[in-house]
């Protein structure tokens, strides 16, 4: 059977690192309330002149690398992001022409931060179709563009960065085992940004009643968020006839470590089965998962034949879980 493998992973922050006793500066906040209710102690930050693509491509090019693959191998390039350099075109083009991708076929996935995972799964079955063979896989966000920086709630919580992994059609039983995407639109006022869309164009009024940032109503997201990564790994693992005690690496959204705390405790886990790096960068939505993963990889913590669980939630809301073997 044909499978998509992980054979490069990438991962690139902006050097600009804003920690927490940086926000005690900027709104009514402190160190030891951020960290208590997030995990977080610092996140990076994008500077003047660098994009989504920017760094969606500085990920690719070390994705690529480690794969051995050139750049007009690439049949496909899939880009998650709520935050592309612009409505259209997709950032996912832009990033194909910094690669000198000519074969590649180019677009963008919005699922928040589900967004990578949802990206992995399209692939997947583009392989499984026999239609592509080598494929780009990025989830890329600068999220400090669209936070509220005097809204205390959001915008301790979110970072910039860019992970991405290159995927290639291979037989054998290692790959992606199964994907599992959802979504219920029904709660989409709980966590989106309310203008720049169609609903709510630029204007005057836009800007005075600051709805071109992000809006989040935490809590509500918080419980949600536990019991849908919850179901979804469960899910993943019962399809491919598994227990959790079977899971080598769980690799799920950084969102908050509580939320992961709690996930862990319900899927029995203990803390070297979970990879944890929101401390160091924040939420950064559909960046997440693929900057966990190539730390992970680059650090030694995957070896061939781990069983992998990567989890994630967003605003959609929507949420995923995929099963891989390394």
């Known amino acids: 059977m044909r499978r998509s493998r992980i054979t490069g992973t990438g991962s690139a922050v902006p050097e600009k690192i804003l ?92 699922a928040a931060c589900s967004g990578f995972l949802y990206g992995l799964s399209v692939v997947d079955n583009f392989m499984k179709a026999g239609s592509v063979k080598k494929a780009l896989v990025i989830g890329a966000e600068v999220l400090s563009r669209i936070v509220d920086w005097t809204d205390r709630n959001t915008c301790v919580l979110f970072g910039d960065g860019a992970g991405a992994v290159v995927l290639e059609s291979a037989e054998g039983d290692r790959g992606i085992l199964s994907t599992h995407i959802h979504s219920d639109g029904s709660y989409w006022e709980l966590l989106n940004q309310p203008a720049c869309g169609s609903r709510n164009p630029a204007s005057q009024k836009i800007i005075d009643e600051r709805l071109m940032f992000l809006r989040m109503q935490g809590n509500d997201v918080f419980k949600l968020a536990v019991r849908a990564m919850e179901d979804a790994a469960l899910e993943a693992l019962a399809a491919n006839n598994l227990q ?83």
């Open 19 to 110: 920690t927490n006793v940086d926000l005690e500066k900027i709104v009514d906040t402190t160190d030891e309330w951020i960290t208590t209710r997030t995990g977080m102690k610092e996140r990076h930050i994008a500077a003047e002149g660098e994009y989504t693509s920017t760094l969606a491509t500085r990920a690719a090019r070390q994705a690529m690398e480690m794969a051995g693959v050139a750049p007009d191998e690439l049949d496909l390039i899939v880009l998650a992001s709520v935050t592309p350099d612009f409505p259209f075109p997709a950032t996912a083009c832009i990033v194909q022409h910094n690669l000198g991708a000519v074969n590649a076929a180019a677009f963008d996935i919005s």
């Open 244 to 326: 959790t005690t079977d899971i080598d690496l769980f690799i799920p959204h950084q969102a908050n470590r509580r939320i992961i705390d709690a996930i862990g405790k319900r899927l029995k886990l203990n803390e070297e089965q979970v990879c944890v790096n929101l401390e160091r960068y924040g939420n950064t939505s559909a960046a997440s998962i693929p900057i966990a993963l190539d730390e992970a990889n680059r650090a030694g913590r995957i070896t061939d034949e781990n069983v992998i669980v990567l989890d994630a939630f967003g605003g959609g809301l929507t949420w995923a879980a995929i099963l891989l073997r390394w």
